[in-house]
């Protein structure tokens, strides 16, 4: 079964800077995808951005990329140009073909002005 | 034209009361789940349905039940509510096929038990 850690329970980011939230993982599988997820003060829980284990390329979404370090089980996600509304609890989460989704414990991102 | 709603969003209850909350999706997807976040926000799942047939059932109380009428609908009843019930339930729903597994998740409902 899959595990997911977050080591960092809270960071800070000034506006406009650059932000790097870790997370590492664990499974046997080969064929598996990675997420994170955001949520904000409202609750919702909103995709950020995803990575199949098999593609060698780093995802990106705008602002957001991964560094996805297959080796290493580490899947780590980089905010460019943080904005206030970035600011929020992010999860990493793992999935293996079929299975549950399991989420890390979050980090909670503060963005300064 | 919500993807994935719930409902209630709040609900505040006596220790020992029956509860249950609702949760329907208009994705056309054919698998939905029951996360519980707890107040150290860590998000675990509870149960998912793929086409009606209950496919991951974790170590729940079985004062839990879920019920999904169709693949459209999964609903969660909780008998004898306690103190420790007290969380966000999210009801997310994916489709199962794709491989990604992406989940997309209700707004969430807060229950608090007195």
């Known amino acids: 079964a899959q595990t997911v850690t977050q080591s960092q329970p809270e960071m800070s980011v000034q506006e406009a800077e650059t932000v790097t939230l870790s997370c590492t993982y664990d499974?046997?599988?080969?064929?598996?995808?990675l997420f994170w997820y955001k949520q904000p003060p409202s609750r919702q829980m909103i995709l950020v951005i995803r990575?199949?284990?098999?593609?060698?390329q780093n995802a990106t979404e705008n602002r957001f990329s991964v560094n996805f370090q297959k080796a290493a089980k580490s899947f780590s996600l980089k905010i460019s140009d943080s904005q206030l509304g970035d600011a929020a609890m992010y999860f990493c989460a793992a999935v293996e073909y079929g299975n549950k989704l399991v989420f890390g414990a979050g980090t909670i991102l503060r963005v300064k002005s | 034209d919500t993807a994935v709603s719930q409902t209630p969003k709040y609900l505040v209850t006596q220790m020992g009361n029956d509860k249950s909350i609702k949760c329907e999706q208009n994705l056309g997807h054919d698998t939905m789940y029951w996360y519980k976040q707890d107040s150290k926000k860590f998000l675990k799942i509870m149960f998912s349905y793929n086409n009606k047939e209950l496919i991951i059932n974790e170590t729940v109380p079985n004062r839990f039940s879920p019920k999904s009428p169709d693949k459209a609908h999964l609903n969660l009843h909780i008998n004898s509510l306690e103190l420790g019930d007290s969380a966000v339930y999210f009801c997310a729903s994916s489709h199962r096929g794709s491989g990604a597994n992406v989940l997309t998740f209700g707004a969430g409902s807060r229950l608090t038990v007195l």
């Open positions: 990575q199949e284990a098999y593609k060698q």
């Open positions: 499974t046997s599988e080969s064929d598996y995808y």
